[in-house]
């Protein structure tokens, strides 16, 4: 391996407040790690920003100066500084990002909303800055916001409800905690795990997840409930009718 010249010291060392910010973000943020060339794109931008940030300390330091002995801004100083500026820099953004409060604020706009509703500012245009969620995926951002029972709809047909205890950040890979976890049969009944603590189920396993609403959300009457019970009873039967003649004939196919 080649040494590290002292040009490329250099710039990693002006790049560390940058890098100590991402690392901060991509450790306690769900966001998947980008390339490379992407991880130092962002460090700059960060060292940008910290950078800025601590011309404006200085600056405020050094006119406190005339009236308080603080000492003297040194390269080492600058460092400290920048570094601590870093700290705070990342742990704000990892704040908006796992709260997702900066892109609903953005989305609603509530002031300016408020502005136009009152009179002699209705000609102002609707705007709506994005429509997207800090979340890394839907996946995520949906297990964020409901905190609600779910059922986990497995590929080979089988049905386990419980609380999502912990869940994987991407769909691909990972796994739940289900606490309470109890099987749901193809005939209406349900299968309580009595002895069961938790259960871990891995993500690769399940093709489909609903999230249960609360009992007093549920406005329908018990007939409603019971008649589309038997509905998603008769369906289920039905689709593993058609998948098993479908595996039949798929079987027969000479080969």
């Avoid at 109890?182 to 309580?192: F, I, S």
Wanted: charged share 20%.
């Amino acid at each position: 391996m080649e040494p590290i010249s002292k040009d490329m010291m250099g710039l990693l060392y002006g790049l560390l407040p940058g890098f100590v910010a991402a690392w901060i973000f991509y450790g306690l943020t769900a966001h998947p790690k980008p390339s490379p060339f992407e991880r130092v794109v962002q460090a700059l931008i960060f060292t940008v920003v910290i950078h800025a940030i601590n011309i404006l300390v200085c600056g405020v330091l050094t006119y406190s100066g005339r009236y308080l002995r603080l000492g003297i801004w040194t390269d080492d100083t600058a460092l400290v500084s920048s570094l601590i500026i870093a700290v705070i820099s990342g742990m704000v953004v990892v704040r908006f990002a796992n709260s997702n409060r900066l892109h609903e604020w953005l989305a609603t706009w509530g002031w300016y909303e408020r502005l136009r509703e009152k009179k002699g500012f209705g000609w102002l245009p609707e705007w709506q800055w994005t429509s997207r969620t800090s979340y890394p995926s839907e996946w995520y951002s949906a297990f964020t916001r409901e905190k609600r029972k779910v059922v986990l709809h497995f590929k080979n047909g089988r049905r386990l409800s419980g609380w999502p205890e912990e869940w994987p950040d991407q769909p691909e890979r990972g796994h739940f905690v289900i606490d309470n976890a109890e099987w749901l049969l193809d005939n209406g009944e349900v299968a309580q795990l009595l002895r069961v603590e938790k259960i871990l189920i891995p993500a690769d396993e399940v093709e489909m997840v609903e999230f249960l609403r609360w009992p007093e959300e549920i406005t329908a009457a018990p007939e409603d409930l019971v008649r589309v019970q038997e509905l998603l009873v008769q369906s289920q039967q039905k689709g593993q009718a058609n998948g098993s003649q479908v595996s039949t004939k798929a079987d027969n196919v000479p080969r």
